[in-house]
């Protein structure tokens, strides 16, 4: 059982570049979030989806756009690199429940130059 | 402002000792998370809190919630080398009933020394 996979773990782009973060889980979880780590700051939602065509803006969602076309897929878009956004990234997946925590992926780490 | 404050940020604790983390949050939720972190990796759902008063146990690790005092603890109990992490507490905050909108506190790193 994979649970959440995300791809590349290592990234390092240029300002202005664009590029896609990968996430696919394969527990059948119906809600998916990305959240973004920086030092000092704990974790911050950046997109969730309660489901494939949902999606909805979390607490830093400037600079970022998703999709959710099905339901094992949830792709983070950065569309215009900026230094600001240098982090790791965590996709996470969970049931919906209230007794189901966040299942968490490996995590990418960005660096923008 | 959706706020969650863990104190302490940093903790050096000896082995065998005991020490309490707390989580204190903002707003009215009875719905709590504890995650563990360690340095490089993914995070791991500890416990699971869902009520006012609720007390999960796993080996040295005890979570509590106080729904009214808007306030969980992590007592860890004779503390190993083991449980070297950082440890953050999640809250759902707008209380939307699941783990979808989680707002994390800044974590407690933890360094048991020998």
């Known amino acids: 059982n994979a649970g959440v996979t995300q791809t590349p773990k290592f990234q390092v782009l240029k300002t202005g570049q664009s590029m896609t973060l990968q996430c696919a889980q394969d527990?059948?979880?119906?809600?998916m979030s990305w959240y973004r780590q920086d030092p000092g700051m704990g974790l911050r939602l950046i997109h969730y989806?309660?489901?494939?065509?949902?999606?909805d803006q979390g607490e830093v969602p400037n600079g970022y756009n998703v999709s959710r076309s099905t339901t094992e897929d949830f792709p983070l878009r950065l569309l215009s690199a900026a230094p600001s956004q240098t982090s790791v990234y965590f996709c996470?997946?969970?049931?919906?429940?209230?007794?189901?925590?966040?299942?968490f992926g490996n995590g990418t780490r960005l660096t923008v130059t | 402002e959706l706020k969650v404050e863990q104190n302490p940020l940093f903790l050096s604790m000896q082995e065998g000792k005991n020490y309490t983390i707390y989580c204190n949050y903002s707003?009215?939720?009875?719905?709590l998370y504890w995650y563990r972190q360690d340095p490089g990796k993914s995070l791991e759902s500890l416990f699971v809190?869902?009520?006012?008063?609720a007390v999960k146990q796993e080996g040295r690790l005890m979570a509590s919630l106080d729904t009214k005092a808007r306030l969980s603890t992590l007592h860890i109990t004779a503390a190993v080398h083991d449980l070297s992490a950082t440890y953050f507490c999640?809250?759902?905050?707008?209380?939307?009933?699941?783990?979808?909108?989680?707002?994390f506190g800044t974590g407690t790193r933890l360094q048991v020394t020998l």
């Open positions: 809190l869902l009520s006012n008063g």
């Open positions: 999640a809250v759902d905050m707008e209380n939307t009933g699941t783990a979808s909108k989680l707002t």
């Open positions: 707003t009215t939720s009875d719905r």
């Open positions: 989806s309660v489901g494939a065509g949902i999606t």
């Open positions: 996470a997946s969970s049931l919906g429940r209230p007794n189901s925590p966040l299942h």
């Open positions: 527990m059948n979880h119906e809600y």
